[in-house]
Each structure stands twice: as structure tokens, then as C-alpha cells.
């Protein structure tokens, strides 16, 4: 480890001078005689502490540290005044404008070394935390862009169906995941994924569901068949303590048939325009990725013009009315948005549903991502 | 009057770096008197009251504790512009900069 850096401003000359010698035994010390010195010397030294003479003649030491700390030092370097025993304004004052130590004149070397070496050793550890904490958001930053570059960028283009998405991941790297793609054979599969919790591990958890999806939906499989084949795969590979609820569906485009599986995810709203009704979409079975050999039940529907298919994660009706509150937004309260908006267009709808939530909370910021999927028969 | 054993234990310091530092001292505390003494003459109580502030606490760095004393007594006074007895408090400073002056000369020959 490199020997630390230590500006002394001390304004006389020999307590300066003497200071200096107790202290370059074990570090590397720059010696400034007032505050304007000390700023050129700061620029040019970076210091890892400043140690800091309270009465300086011109400006003195607060002066002196709050322009070292606008932008010439890191704010986080450890600034100690040096002061007289019975100056105790002087040290309130100090501690108050951010030093984290005093030093009473006489100096002893016992107390100089102690408190140097702590303030320094919490500093270094503090600059570790520091970078540890900048790595790992370098890191949610690329999972973030990993997850969305894997998001659809486009939906498929059909005159009787529509697709519109919403999407407010909680942090960078969020758990919820879509995807709407169509198949070989002309039908549109879609499915809308919530992995348990969020951040990067729950990121990789929905990249891993999306190339299993990718590949096996292109192989014509039903969605009971795709959510089995997708669980076998994902419970050898992802932790215990993980898992999955998926809404997975096929339409045929050209008969409206619309065939799913719902595997434990919260149930769907199809709003059938023939009847005013809402039906709730749940045959399926377990949560995906937990448990070996799991079969999954399938549900069909035939779709009308003027239906609407409503896709939610659970971050959206288990939104708090705020963090201290058991209230949550409900599914009761989202199917009645939902009824009451259907006049709105597709992308309207979704965003009065979301205006709502934050209405609901009291605030724009999600606690678990939400997503919503609407599709819309034209 | 003097205690270097005691600076010397107290800062971590060798002998010869006390005896430095306090040759040093000497310098600037000559000054400092000379300053204290021209700013009470014009009444510039501030000035009056940083140097000995200054005389203070160099003196106390190096175990000069009479020295460090009287220079306080006169930095309360200077800052409360409270002038009786100052012209005395400045004499004894002098007298006793200067026997640490002796002592150097007497037991170094510094």
C-alpha cells in the first residue's frame, strides 16, 4: 500500500515545522502556512487528510476547508483542526463544519498517531465501499442493458390484434419480463414473466427464460407442453430459493383462438365485449423453476372484436398506499380501472392504469417492477 | 523552567530536534513579542491578541509552560481590551523568551 498523503496548514512556523517532523516519520506530508497556500498545494498533492490550523491570520481554517471541499479535494478526505486546549467554540464549530477530529495544542504524539492512523484507515475504507458500490452499479447498469436489449423491440403487425406494453422496473435490473413473437406457423405466442425479486440475479433469471421461450416456442409447443419443458430446464439451473410465475399464451390469428397456461401468475382480466363480463384466466398450474416434473393445465378462449386481455405482474396490485401502510392497490381496484377505461386506446389505458397505481401510493416510484400486457382485438 | 525530556517524550522527538526546534522558537517569539507590543501601542487589540495566541501555543508544543502561560494571560486581556496589567504580563514574556535563551546558551552552547 502507497505511503498517505497529509497536508499540514499550520500558520506558525514552528509548530508547523515540529508537526511536520512527528508526522513525516510515517507519512508523506505537504506543509502549507496558510489557507491560500494549502488550496495550491491541495490541487497539486490530492491528500488522503488535511490536518488544519483553526486561527490562521487571512482566511482561517472553516474558510479554508470549505473551499478545499467545493471541488479541490474529494469531500470525503478526513479534515482534522488543530486548536487550542481550551477552545472549545472552536472545535464545536469545526466538527460541526465537517471535520471529523481536533487536535488540542500541546500536540501528543501518542493521540496524533491514534487518530491520524484511525481517520485514515476509516477513509481507505471508506473509498473501498465507495468503489465496491460503483462496481456493482456498473454491474446493474449492464444487466440493465443486457435485459433490455432482450426486451421485444417491436411486436409482430396484425390487423385484429394489438399489442401495448408498459413497462417500471423498480431498480435498474428488474424481475419482470415480456416477450410477443410470432411463430412459424403464423399464430402469436406471447408470455409475461415475474421472476421472484429483483436486481441483476433476477435479471439473469428472465435472460435464461427468454432464450428457453425463444427456442422451444419456435418448436410449435403448446403452452402447458413449453411451460413444463421450461420448468425442467430452469429447475436444474437456477437457485433454490428462486422462481418464476408465467402467463404464456398462443393466439390464432385466424380463428381468435386463444390457447394459455398460467403458471401461478396473477390471473389475467379478458374483458368480453359481447357480454360487458371479465373473465379471469388461471388454468395452469405451480410456480416455474421450483420443483422437478411439474405438468401444467391449459385454458382456451375464443376472442371477439372489442376484447381486451389485460397481463399484469403482481407489482402492480401489490403497489403500498405508502411504506408503512398494509394497503395495497388490489386486484379489485385494477379490474375496475380497467373496466371503467375501456374507451380509452390501448397505450391511454395502460397509462391510466399506471397513473393510478402512483395516484394510489403517493408517489412515481415502484416497490416490485410492474408490468402490464394488453392485447386488444381490433 | 525548561523540560526537554519532557518534549522530547511528548512529541517523539530526539534531543537535538527539540533543541532546534526551540532556537526556532526563539526567533519567531522574539518577533511575536515585538508584534504583540507594537499592536498594543496602536491599539490593535486583534493583532495584539493573534500573536500571542501564537506565542501559546508554539510555546506549549514545546513544554514551555510559563512561557505559554503568560502568553495566554496577555491573549484573555488583549482580547477583552482589558489593559491593566498587560504592560507588566508583556514584560514578564520577554524575560522569560529570554531565559530560555540563557538555558540554550548556558547548556548547549546554542
Known amino acids: 500500500m502507497s505511503t498517505s498523503r497529509i497536508l499540514l496548514v499550520e500558520d506558525h512556523p514552528t509548530s508547523r515545522k515540529l508537526l511536520a517532523a512527528m508526522l513525516k516519520r510515517s507519512y508523506e506530508v505537504a506543509v502549507a502556512a496558510s489557507g491560500q497556500e494549502a488550496i495550491g498545494l491541495a490541487q497539486e498533492h490530492q491528500p488522503d487528510m488535511v490536518l488544519l490550523d483553526v486561527e490562521m491570520p487571512g482566511m482561517d481554517g472553516f474558510e479554508t476547508l470549505n473551499i478545499l471541499r467545493s471541488g479541490i479535494i474529494d469531500p470525503s478526505v478526513p479534515c482534522i483542526f488543530l486548536t487550542a486546549r481550551e477552545d472549545s467554540a472552536s472545535r464545536e464549530k469545526g466538527l460541526q463544519a465537517g471535520a471529523v477530529d481536533y487536535l488540542t495544542k500541546p500536540y501528543d504524539r501518542h493521540e496524533l498517531a491514534i487518530k491520524v492512523k484511525n481517520h485514515l484507515d476509516l477513509y481507505e ?254 | 523552567m525548561i523540560s526537554i525530556e519532557d518534549a522530547m517524550d511528548r512529541l517523539g522527538l530526539e534531543r537535538e530536534e527539540v533543541i532546534e526546534f526551540l532556537q526556532d522558537f526563539l526567533g519567531y517569539g522574539r518577533d511575536d513579542l515585538t508584534g504583540i507590543r507594537e499592536a498594543l501601542r496602536k491599539q490593535d487589540y486583534e493583532a495584539a491578541t493573534k500573536r500571542a495566541h501564537s506565542i501559546k501555543g508554539a510555546a506549549a508544543n514545546l513544554s514551555l509552560d510559563a512561557v505559554s502561560t503568560t502568553a495566554a494571560a496577555i491573549e484573555i486581556k488583549a482580547r477583552n481590551q482589558d489593559l491593566e496589567g498587560i504592560s507588566e504580563l508583556t514584560d514578564r514574556l520577554a524575560d522569560q523568551i529570554e531565559e530560555v535563551a540563557a538555558y540554550l546558551s548556558d547548556a548547549f552552547g546554542k
Not at chain 1, 208 to 218: N, Y
Not at chain 1, 321 to 349: C, H, I
Open chain 1, 125 to 378: 475504507a471508506k473509498k473501498e465501499i465507495q468503489k465496491a458500490n460503483d462496481q456493482m452499479a456498473q454491474e446493474m447498469e449492464m444487466a440493465y442493458q443486457l435485459q433490455r436489449s432482450l426486451l421485444p423491440q417491436a411486436f409482430p403487425s396484425n390487423s385484429r390484434l394489438s399489442f401495448s406494453v408498459t413497462y417500471k422496473p423498480s431498480s435498474k435490473a428488474s424481475g419482470d419480463f415480456y416477450d410477443v413473437v410470432e411463430m412459424p406457423d403464423g399464430r402469436i405466442a406471447f408470455a409475461q414473466v415475474d421472476v421472484s425479486g429483483h436486481g441483476v440475479r433476477s435479471a439473469m433469471i428472465g435472460a435464461m427464460f427468454k432464450m428457453a421461450f425463444q427456442s422451444f416456442v419456435r418448436e410449435k409447443e403448446s403452452p402447458s407442453h413449453l411451460l413444463s419443458r421450461i420448468n425442467d430446464n430452469m429447475v436444474t439451473v437456477i437457485p433454490d430459493s428462486d422462481y418464476l410465475t408465467v402467463f404464456y399464451g398462443i393466439i390464432d390469428v385466424n380463428t381468435l383462438k386463444l390457447d394459455y397456461s398460467n403458471a401461478a401468475h396473477p390471473k389475467p382480466f379478458l374483458f368480453r365485449s359481447a357480454t360487458g363480463d371479465v373473465k379471469e384466466l388461471f388454468d395452469g398450474g405451480t410456480i416455474v423453476g421450483a420443483f422437478a416434473a411439474m405438468e401444467y393445465d391449459q385454458g382456451s378462449e375464443v376472442l371477439c372484436q372489442g376484447d381486451r386481455l389485460l397481463i399484469y405482474t403482481d407489482g402492480a396490485t401489490e403497489a403500498r398506499r405508502n411504506s408503512d401502510d398494509l394497503q395495497l392497490y388490489g386486484e379489485a381496484r385494477l379490474k375496475e380501472v380497467f373496466l371503467e377505461n375501456l374507451a380509452l386506446t390501448p397505450g391511454e389505458m395502460l397509462n391510466y392504469i399506471v397513473k393510478d397505481i402512483e395516484k394510489f401510493q403517493g408517489n412515481t416510484s415502484f416497490e416490485d417492477d410492474v408490468s402490464l400486457l394488453l392485447i386488444s382485438v381490433e
